[in-house]
């Protein structure tokens, strides 16, 4: 059965740090909460603008084969996950200091009990910038 008043305790607190937060974030910015907010999310969206190498949609190829662990799951997919195979840019993102794509391959297909397959629904591989380069 579910505690009502832990719940509304709990509401109460979240309320209390949502007003904490938002007044840390109007300091640290010298604005209002949502002015805060938009400013960190245009500079985040601008870093993308301005500096990530692919857009959605773009042609790439791989510069280097990608290294697939035996017991990984991308094991099967090992044989096109090389040097020169051509894919979709699906997505964009940042991690770790890269920038990271999501990209489907056009030669996708899996290999399973020594017999190449063809794929009914192509993945997608996520996969950081050094991986990449934009095809001419």
């Not at 870093?47 to 959605?56: A, G, K």
């Not at 773009?58 to 990984?72: A, F, G």
């Not at 094991?75 to 770790?96: M, Q, V």
Request: aromatic fraction near 12%; glycine fraction near 10%.
């Amino acid at each position: 059965m579910v505690d009502t008043v832990k719940y509304a305790g709990d509401l109460k607190e979240i309320a209390r740090l949502a007003k904490e937060f938002s007044s840390s974030i109007s300091g640290a910015c010298g604005g209002s909460f949502e002015w805060g907010i938009t400013e960190v999310a245009d500079s985040y969206m601008s870093m993308f603008e301005r500096f990530c190498p692919f857009q959605e949609g773009e042609r790439v190829e791989l510069v280097k084969d990608v290294p697939v662990k035996n017991s990984s799951g991308w094991n099967h997919c090992r044989h096109f996950l090389i040097r020169g195979g051509k894919a979709t840019i699906n997505g964009c993102g940042y991690s770790d200091g890269k920038f990271m794509f999501d990209v489907v391959f056009d030669d996708e297909t899996w290999i399973d009990e020594g017999k190449e397959k063809p794929v009914h629904t192509k993945h997608t591989f996520g996969l950081n910038e050094t991986y990449l380069r934009k095809l001419s």
